[in-house]
């Protein structure tokens, strides 16, 4: 049985950082492209980063140069850095993987950008 389990979220000051950390289970890690996704109240889901089974990343534009997606095969996890956070960036955020036709996701971890 597939499971993502996320973790590393919190409240933070503006400008700060936090790792978030998503762990998968019962899945060929290896096989699957691996994203970050956010959902900010009264907002869609949208996508901030992905990370191929390959490891080529994407990032939407608004986390470039400040959000950083990373793998590690060996501990099938899959991590973001977020630095310089924003006040916009608090949201729940999901960890997503994919491979063919299989998707699932995590139940996320809630970063609050807050003074």
């Known amino acids: 049985q597939a499971q993502l389990v996320e973790s590393g979220g919190g409240l933070v000051q503006p400008g700060g950082s936090l790792r978030l950390s998503c762990a998968a289970s019962?899945?060929?890690?290896?096989?699957?492209?691996m994203a970050w996704y956010r959902q900010a109240p009264g907002n869609q889901r949208e996508l901030v980063a992905s990370i191929t089974s390959g490891g080529q990343t994407t990032y939407t534009d608004s986390v470039k140069g400040r959000f950083t997606i990373s793998r590690d095969n060996a501990k099938n996890t899959v991590f973001l850095q977020v630095n310089s956070l924003k006040p916009e960036d608090t949201a729940l955020y999901y960890c997503?993987?994919?491979?063919?036709?299989?998707?699932?996701w995590g139940r996320g971890t809630r970063i609050t950008v807050s003074s």
């Open positions: 019962g899945i060929t890690f290896t096989l699957y492209d």
């Open positions: 997503n993987a994919a491979f063919r036709y299989l998707t699932y």
